[in-house]
């Protein structure tokens, strides 16, 4: 007895759908494979930030220590002239007070 047209149909349906199971099935190893190469080149790129980044950060620290030196020696150096300001300005202060003392 000879299947019907359905069957028959049916038949070939189930074999493409078989063949396009397989074929996802093979693609499934690839795309495995480009992950795991795509994690390579990450993983290498983010090393490489890592780096640029420290050595960013160390280029940054030089030139805020380099500035905080100038701050300080700038600091310390007006500090000194304040100290003698007010040394001269008090030692004015004092003998104008003893010559109006002293003068009468």
């Known amino acids: 007895m000879p299947a019907s047209p359905i069957e028959s149909r049916m038949a070939r349906l189930e074999g493409a759908y078989e063949q396009v199971s397989q074929r996802l ?3 499934d190893p690839r795309f495995d494979g480009v992950d795991r ?4 080149r990450f993983d290498a790129l983010d090393k490489k930030i890592d780096q640029f980044r420290d050595a960013l950060d160390s280029k940054f620290d030089q030139r805020f220590n380099s500035v905080d030196q100038r701050f300080n020696a700038l600091e310390a150096k007006s500090d000194q ?3 003698w300001m ?3 300005v008090v030692t004015a202060w004092v003998t104008t007070i003893a010559s109006i003392y002293f003068h009468h």
Do not use: E, P, S, V
């Open 86 to 88: 007010a040394g001269i």
């Open 25 to 27: 099935m093979n693609i």
């Open 81 to 83: 002239r304040f100290m």
């Open 37 to 40: 190469k795509i994690d390579l």
